[in-house]
């Protein structure tokens, strides 16, 4: 790719963006940033939030393409990386998978990830509200819609 680009995956637990990621990763030629993989990493770490944030700037600051796979359900939360991968002048295509409904729920509960059933189906609840459509407004240069489940 000649150009920097950000693809980003947004969506609930379960909804398909890692088996995603992991399709377009060499279609796309680049690396996978992920934050629930980084999340586990630093999880025995104060400041997780601020050490994924570090890691997402310097690969930023590389200036690769890659895919960035994590959950990103709210405008707000997308404004933060879009604002700063623009400013290092990468081109962001979204990947909307959706809140997720109870078949993501049920796909978590076979791949916990070291967490309680209830636990997944607080975080599964939180998606649901959380979750607000992605705009081509915010900054995207596409919304692709690769599948909801």
Known sequence: MDNKE????IGGIGTGKTTHSQELVNDLKCKIF???????????????????????????????SFILDGKYLTVEGRKIILDNAKNE???????????GNVISLLRRFRKPRRLLKEIWEGIYENDKSSYETPEIEEGFEKINFPRKS
Do not use: C, P, T, V
Request: hydrophobic share 35%; aromatic share 14%; charged share 30%.
């Open 6 to 9: 950000l693809h980003m995956m």
């Open 34 to 64: 992920s934050a629930d993989e980084l999340a586990e990493q630093y999880s025995n770490e104060n400041n997780i939030e601020e050490l994924i944030d570090a890691e997402f700037k310097r690969q930023l600051k590389s200036g690769e």
């Open 89 to 99: 002048g990468y081109k962001i295509y979204g990947y909307d998978f959706g809140a």
